[in-house]
């Protein structure tokens, strides 16, 4: 048996995948991709996942994307393996119900924020026509569109509703906190691995001005414990190749 597993710094998308291979104890191999030189869009990777894009799995020859999937794939294809779900029918709607809300609610509000202050720099210092050759690369139309937003920057109302997106996400999991222990209820699952490598890692680094430390103990709490946890730790010691000025608003190191 073998798993392959293409990504890129422990982080966001890249991160959310990773933590249940180590929370699951899996041998896989890891394959860097460099999003900085964009090899997600070079002609080897769109071979392996079409929409250029990372993470992907490859589990004997298959190939799973997105990390939602992937993480629910590893539960099925390795059920004697610690589970990270409750597989209760109630304990399972729960998960689901927050990983939708992480995945439509959350994901890319904190990565307009990520786009704006990290990748517009990249793509600003990119020669024009070079820039227009390597959005013809992008294989996702929306990706194209958010390559060339990130170059002539994000307008002050998308910042702001970003925001406003993300403020009204930490306060609805500080208050589900105050019920439970974990996002699912009792037991640490997908959907905590879902909001922490989406937002709950970051989003003190990245919004000092929303005051996470007093606005939101229970999440500082939360936050805590799962960094704390050791596949946590082996996920975010993972090789981070990005310039250290890009590196601010990236996660717990
Ligand atoms: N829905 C996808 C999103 C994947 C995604 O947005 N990946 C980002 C990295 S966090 C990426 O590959 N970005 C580079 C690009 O799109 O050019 C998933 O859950 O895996």
Avoid at 18 to 34: D, Q, R, T, W
Avoid at 56 to 85: K, M, Q
Avoid at 94 to 110: A, G, I, Q, S
Wanted: aromatic share 10%; charged share 25%.
């Amino acid at each position: 048996m073998t798993l392959k597993y293409y990504h890129a710094e422990p982080l966001a998308n890249s991160l959310k995948s990773m933590l249940p291979l180590f929370e699951k104890g899996l041998a896989f191999e890891s394959i860097y991709v460099n999003l900085h030189r964009f090899e997600q869009h070079q002609p080897w990777f769109v071979a392996i996942n079409p929409e250029g894009q990372v993470p992907v799995l490859d589990h004997d020859g298959l190939i799973v994307t997105h990390t939602t999937v992937i993480n629910e794939y590893l539960e099925d294809a390795f059920p004697e393996l610690p589970p990270l779900r409750p597989n209760t029918p109630a304990g399972n709607a729960r998960m689901r119900y927050w990983n939708k809300f992480v995945d439509e609610h959350v994901m890319n509000f904190v990565s307009i924020h990520g786009w704006h202050r990290m990748v517009g720099i990249i793509a600003r210092n990119i020669e024009s026509g070079e820039f227009e050759k390597l959005l013809e690369s992008i294989p996702l139309h929306e990706q194209r569109e958010k390559w060339r937003t990130a170059r002539s920057g994000f307008s002050e109302a998308d910042l702001a509703n970003a925001t406003r997106k993300i403020e009204v996400a930490v306060d609805k999991v500080e208050a589900l906190l105050g019920e439970s222990e974990w996002l699912a209820g009792d037991m640490y699952t997908l959907a905590d691995i879902n909001f922490y490598s989406h937002c709950g890692m970051m989003v003190e680094r990245m919004f000092p001005e929303m005051e996470i430390a007093t606005r939101c103990p229970r999440l500082v709490d939360w936050r805590e414990r799962v960094t704390a946890r050791p596949a946590t730790q082996q996920a975010l010691a993972m090789p981070d190749h990005t310039a250290p000025g890009l590196r601010t608003w990236s996660g717990a190191r």
